[in-house]
């Protein structure tokens, strides 16, 4: 059982044979340039819809007994030819892989990067945003937008190639173009490895034709006439509302 001074990595899985790797040979690899700094004693292991119902949640969790730099290509070596071979990783040795008594569940369909939490949080949070103190800003915003009478599409789903490439918190329409709406929590999307995907997510979006807005959770709450100040004059900018 972890000491609550101990310090828990959630990690992300997104394919079963990674999962088999943790359970069953006891390792987890993570690439350097997304690692974050401070040291974990634990990896709690956040699956991926993949795994269909034991998916969007944390179901396991290992302590970490130590970490070393290696690339990929010697981690899989099956897996030579792909993209990322020869980039650097950590693989953090494990030891038993163990079963939460309850499993940490993605409701709120939040992206789900590395981030650091507690014992105690591990091990009594039903839901992602206890894990992170996550205050729902997206609930609040939904409210404001309703309140101004401004069309949004919460949770809108951006497909490409038949598959979701990204999901936006809302998307706004406009006669000459698209507002995606983010609402930021400060100590998730502070995270070097959260502020990477961001840029690469915010970039490939405003190639696609869409304006991107970020709204910092303490403005939300705490100054959301400047959030709708912000969001109408972008709208004004696009000629005004409209619908698809």
Aim: hydrophobic share 35%; charged share 30%; with cysteine.
């Amino acid at each position: 059982m972890p000491d609550n001074q101990d310090l828990v990595l959630v990690g992300v899985v997104n394919r079963r044979k990674d999962l088999e790797i943790a359970s069953n040979k006891h390792w987890y690899r993570m690439p350097v340039k997304y690692a974050p700094k401070r040291k974990a004693n634990f990896l709690a292991l956040y699956q991926t819809r993949v795994f269909g119902k034991e998916g969007k949640s944390i179901n396991y969790y290992a302590p970490i007994k130590y970490s070393s730099p290696i690339s990929r290509r010697e981690l899989l070596p099956e897996e030579r030819s792909h993209p990322r071979a020869g980039q650097t990783y950590y693989k953090l040795h494990l030891g038993p892989l163990k079963e939460l008594p309850q499993k940490i569940r993605n409701k709120s369909r939040r992206r789900v990067s590395f981030g650091f939490t507690t014992p105690t949080k591990l091990f009594e949070s039903s839901e992602i945003s206890e894990l992170f103190d996550i205050k729902p800003i997206e609930a609040i915003m939904e409210k404001l937008l309703k309140r101004n009478k401004i069309k949004a599409f919460n949770e809108y789903l951006l497909m490409e190639d038949g598959h979701c490439r990204y999901r936006l918190d809302f998307a706004v329409f406009c006669e000459k173009g698209k507002i995606d709406v983010e609402c930021d929590n400060e100590k998730w999307h502070r995270l070097s490895s959260q502020k990477i995907k961001d840029r690469r997510r915010d970039l490939y979006l405003r190639e696609h034709g869409w304006t991107v807005l970020r709204f910092e959770g303490k403005n939300i709450m705490n100054n959301p006439n400047y959030c709708i100040k912000v969001l109408n004059k972008a709208i004004r900018k696009l000629d005004g509302l409209s619908f698809p």
